[in-house]
Nanobody
Framework: EVQLQASGGGLVQAGGSLRLSCATSGFTFDNYAISWWRRAPGKEREGVSCFTASDGRTYYADFVQGRFTTSGDSAKNRGYLQMNSLKPEDTAVYYC???????????????WGQGTLVTVSS
């Protein structure tokens, strides 16, 4: 059974940093893509980043523009989202998703974890 669990959210001041972690189980990490998404209050869910474990390629939404870094550790079966220079508009529930193949494939978001709340105060 595939399981994902996001953690690491919290309250941080603008300009601060947080590192989110996505613990995974039930699949071969190196064959999957790990993506991060967020849903801000009153807004639609949006993609933040994606990491293809097989080749290490990463993709980011324009709004993160060098502030966020996504990575993965196959030895620990974990994906990460390092968030720096946080802004109040980054406040949202952040979710990790996973699926076989590469970022952008039809299956790369087959599985979802529960969210972790990030609140950035001004």
């Amino acid at each position: 059974e595939v399981q994902l669990q996001a953690s690491g959210g919290g309250l941080v001041q603008a300009g601060g940093s947080l590192r989110l972690s996505c613990a995974t189980s039930g699949f071969t990490f190196d064959n999957y893509a790990i993506s991060w998404w967020r849903r801000a209050p009153g807004k639609e869910r949006e993609g933040v980043s994606c990491f293809t474990a097989s080749d290490g390629r990463t993709y980011y939404a324009d709004f993160v523009q060098g502030r966020f870094t996504t990575s993965g550790d196959s030895a620990k079966n974990r994906g990460y989202l390092q968030m720096n220079s946080l802004k109040p508009e980054d406040t949202a529930v952040y979710y990790c998703a996973a699926g076989p193949g590469s970022c952008g494939s039809s299956t790369y978001t087959d599985y979802w974890g529960q969210g972790t709340l990030v609140t950035v105060s001004s």
